[in-house]
């Protein structure tokens, strides 16, 4: 079975998107890279929130995506399933279309849902060389800390990959 | 003349302390690392805000120690110097008694400070592996993102060192 993998682009202040959205730091910074692109060969399904829907907008050919949202949109795309409710059960589903492939996680807030069901294996992140200074952060939740630990850093162009395991709490590492 | 370094430890989420300051995890991270004791050495004086001076209270042995405050406390300790108003002048003050060697430069406010009159050089962050999800930011300052170039990167235990050089605006990149 895959992992669960959540994959950001972050500043260095922790943020993943700017004000009113900003990204374009993000595909200024989406040169090639090794760590990036292994990803996207390893990705049997993404689960994406609905804000990293609407912005990004980038389907990838024959990759199934799960959108958790409460807002199911009129038209369906293909290759896209809309879900609502427990984020668990979007993860049983995703990571099923993903077969023995990686489930890679987008957004901030899905993210975040998975993280406290203790449901997200790893983290990669690109770290972009700016500060950003306001924006979406990458991680709010509060008396949520995580224990992550290093798996590798790697560098590509101006950008840092950090890749981490997170460290499960033994009381909701069970997958569903 | 040195250069001025902001020193930090961050979580991978981009905060410098957790709620109510906790900063048990900085010291939890503190184990040897290269790349920290290099600024050590290197470090000719330090600019503090009240705020890290009342946190942290470690005053290395002869290194001159500057501490941007409006609230100065009845007793000055040995080495140590209050002042107050515009931050040029504290960097003026602090560069100074640095001599040849750098001056370092801890706390989020005041580096904020510095960093919008365009006084930073470069940034040293320990990110350590863990999201808190709350607590003090790194850097929050509407309008004011700021490009870096990466310079440096290393891992030392499970903490990864980033070194950046501040990509400085053409208006306000001279030396009080």
Redesign the interface.
């Known amino acids: 079975m895959g992992k669960v993998l959540w994959h950001a682009t972050?500043?260095?202040?922790?943020?993943i998107a700017?004000?009113h959205d900003a990204m374009e730091?993000v595909f200024e910074h989406a040169g090639p890279n090794p760590a990036a692109e292994r990803v996207t060969a390893e990705t049997g399904a993404l689960l994406v929130g609905r804000r990293s829907y609407d912005v990004a907008r980038m389907v990838p050919a024959g990759i199934p995506q799960f959108v958790l949202t409460h807002r199911t949109p009129d038209a369906t795309p293909e290759g896209v399933t809309f879900l609502s409710g427990e984020v668990m059960y979007a993860v049983s589903a995703a990571l099923a279309a993903a077969g023995k492939k990686d489930l890679v996680v987008l957004g901030a807030n899905v993210a975040k849902q998975c993280?406290s069901a203790g449901l997200v294996d790893e983290?990669l992140?690109h770290?972009a060389?700016?500060?950003?200074?306001?924006g979406l952060?990458?991680?709010?939740?509060?008396?949520?800390?995580?224990?992550?630990?290093?798996l590798e850093?790697s560098?590509a162009g101006?950008v840092?990959n950090?890749r981490?395991r997170v460290k499960k709490r033994a009381t909701n590492s069970e997958r569903p």
């Open positions: 972050i500043s260095l202040d922790g943020f700017g004000p730091w993280l983290i992140v770290v060389p700016l500060l950003l200074g306001e952060p990458f991680y709010r939740r509060a008396g949520s800390a995580m224990q992550l630990e290093p850093v560098q101006a840092t950090l981490f």
